[in-house]
């Protein structure tokens, strides 16, 4: 019982972070939102940093468990790398960037335990997904698995987060997709690149 009011109190909390900013809401708020006292509140939480970092480690768990089942959906790593992409979209149309500044900003230790457990995830996950399209000969096979997957992260981050490509989603999420592109021309086999472009017409992408 006391595990379901806590993630319950979590989830709420998120989304009033997401509408209204990190630094907006209040545990007044948060209380209000969930027709709960404050003391009752702070049984749970010993402070509003508390809870901020127990909600974004709630929801980096939960993200993150539905990106690593969707991808492990496509057997063939490049479908894979476009689901990867499609979530990364999600991710940006739900979430955009604000909730990364303000956490850099006013909450540092929740934000560099975020950024080091992004980046394990998903620096593994592109491993893994190099290593599969090897099997499958879709990869070159002089390929340096370990430096591809550290390019392909930081390629991803810097496309996610840099702050002067702006706010819109759309503009962010048709980068990552050249970007995803020129990965793969990069690293794939001549099999790879037909896969590829079959894919690209049977998926109508550009």
């Given at each position: ?37 404050k ?15 127990q ?20 057997k ?40 080091s457990?992004?980046r ?59 970007s ?27």
């Open positions: 019982m006391e595990n379901d009011t806590r993630n319950t109190i979590l989830t709420r909390s998120i989304s009033l972070f997401q509408k209204f900013g990190l630094r907006a809401v209040t545990m007044d708020d948060v209380s209000k939102e969930l027709s709960m006292s003391k009752t509140l702070y049984t749970f939480f010993s402070n509003k940093t508390d809870l901020v970092d909600a974004i480690k709630q929801l980096f768990a939960v993200k993150s468990k539905q990106f690593l089942e969707q991808a492990s959906l496509h063939n790593a490049i479908d894979e790398l476009f689901e990867v992409q499609r979530i990364q979209e999600e991710v940006l149309k739900n979430y955009g960037t604000r909730i990364m500044y303000a956490m850099k900003k006013y909450h540092p230790e929740t934000y560099e335990w975020m950024i457990a992004r394990n995830m998903m620096i593994d996950a592109t491993k893994a997904n190099l290593q599969r399209g090897l099997a499958q000969k879709l990869y070159r096979e002089d390929l340096d698995i370990s430096q591809a997957a550290l390019i392909r992260y930081n390629t991803m981050v810097g496309i996610m987060e840099d702050p002067e490509i702006g706010d819109d989603p759309q503009h962010r999420g048709a980068l990552l997709h050249y995803l592109l020129m990965h793969i021309r990069a690293i794939a086999t001549a099999q790879g690149l037909v896969y590829l472009q079959d894919f690209q017409q049977t998926n109508n992408h550009p």
